[in-house]
Nanobody, 116 residues
Framework: QVQLVESGGGLVQPGGSLRLSCAASGMLFRINAMGWYRQAPGKERQLVAIITSGGSANYAESVVGRFTISRDNAENTVYLQMNSLKAEDTAVYYC??????????WGQGTQVTVSS
């Protein structure tokens, strides 16, 4: 199966930057796309960004121009570069892998807190 391990969360001031990483292992050939989701307290989990195996990326409107999703050459790690962070970006961020048919795995979640 597929396993995802996240890292890179933390506390940052408004306007600052963080880079999240999501390392995939297992049956990597099953992964068609990977994405980042986030969930703030009392709110539903929402899609932040997604990248396909071909490198096509899509973003939530709220992060366009500030966040960038990318993958490494080995296609086993996906990153989320977050710039110009705002307080409303505060959430637990989850990495997701899917096959194009079904969800393969979720990362354990990493806390991002934007506060002065």
């Amino acid at each position: 199966q597929v396993q995802l391990v996240e890292s890179g969360g933390g506390l940052v001031q408004p306007g600052g930057s963080l880079r999240l990483s999501c390392a995939a292992s297992g049956m990597l050939f099953r992964i068609n796309a990977m994405g980042w989701y986030r969930q703030a307290p009392g709110k539903e989990r929402q899609l932040v960004a997604i990248i396909t195996s071909g490198g096509s990326a899509n973003y939530a409107e709220s992060v366009v121009g500030r966040f960038t999703i990318s993958r490494d050459n080995a296609e086993n790690t996906v990153y989320l570069q977050m710039n110009s962070l705002k307080a409303e970006d505060t959430a637990v961020y989850y990495c997701n892998a899917n096959s194009g048919v079904e969800i393969l795995a979720w990362g354990q979640g990493t806390q991002v807190t934007v506060s002065s």
